[in-house]
């Protein structure tokens, strides 16, 4: 039987991945000894891999999909097909932010401010490919970690550091001079795999199925019964794909209407429902959404 190899990022992503395949109907199992989980579908393979290795490892054909930063392909350079994005992550599901810090009381302004200063970050490749399309020459080192401290006790003048609100770099009393870059989970693909018809198809219903398990969280389903009165003041108040759904009850003076609404509305909008007359409104969950 052929298989598809698929890397799961190891580390802080890597609950958020499992729980996401988890509801796109692929059950991850990790095993606590070694790097190759359990998954629920005998097509496919996985193994754990750090997101910062992920690109070079799908590039070379050691594993054929895998999800990593967009900010580590960039980084590597390796060459693969960005299949989707997908934004997600474990606390939050806005991008994350690769952002110039530097301490409260630099003289660093800009990042022309830059010029002869040393930089840490882990973002080695990038950091000195963006300076050089400023024109500016600084000294880019990579820190192993604790790259924050390295800015506060004096060791270099800014730091190229990830974050998602800054609140933790401002607790540090740092100060962000600006972002550069930007960066999301991508699902990347080898290319020659995609090359393979039976791999090809295999991909694409991974994506599709992840992508619609991300656009169902920022969804919810609203059933409830109305007065057949009441309906068209309501379904002016329900935004939806196409249309409300409406079904006559036994009672033909109520109706029954379900739709989909974002998750975001839902609070202001039960209690308009309400107050217009529905009943026995039900909110749930989907798993889904093509």
């Not at 988890?22 to 393979?45: C, K, L, M, V």
Request: glycine letters at 6%; hydrophobic letters at 45%; aromatic letters at 6%.
């Amino acid at each position: 039987m052929p298989q598809l190899k698929l890397g799961i990022p190891k580390g802080s992503l890597e609950q958020a991945t499992i729980s996401l395949f988890n509801q796109a109907g692929w059950t991850i199992s990790p095993h606590s000894r070694n790097y190759f989980p359990a998954i629920s579908d005998p097509e496919i393979s996985c193994a754990l891999v750090r997101s910062q290795e992920m690109a070079p490892y799908v590039a070379n054909g050691t594993l054929d999909l895998g999800l990593t930063g967009h900010d580590w392909i960039l980084e590597t350079q390796a060459d693969v097909e960005e299949i989707c994005e997908l934004v997600y992550s474990k606390s939050s599901d806005q991008p994350c932010r690769w952002v110039l810090v530097v301490r409260q009381d630099s003289p660093i302004r800009s990042v022309e401010d830059l010029q002869g200063k040393k930089i840490a970050t882990e973002l080695v490749g990038f950091t000195r490919r963006y300076l050089a399309g400023q024109g500016i020459d600084a000294q880019v080192e990579f820190s192993w970690g604790a790259t924050e401290a390295k800015v506060v006790e004096g060791l270099v003048d800014a730091v190229v550091e990830i974050t998602e609100t800054g609140s933790t770099i401002k607790a540090h009393g740092l100060r962000i001079v600006c972002d550069l870059l930007h960066t999301e989970t991508r699902l990347i693909a080898n290319r020659a795999a995609l090359g393979d018809p039976w791999k090809r198809e295999k991909i694409a219903q991974i994506a599709l199925l992840l992508q619609a398990a991300l656009t169902a969280r920022r969804k919810v389903a609203l059933k409830m019964n109305i007065p057949a009165t009441g309906l068209e003041q309501i379904v002016g108040m329900l935004p939806s794909l196409h249309a409300p759904t409406v079904s006559h009850l036994y009672d033909r003076e109520w109706l029954a209407i379900e739709t989909v609404v974002d998750i975001h509305l839902v609070r202001d909008l039960i209690p308009h429902l309400k107050a217009a007359g529905a009943e026995g409104i039900l909110e749930y969950e989907l798993r889904k959404m093509v």
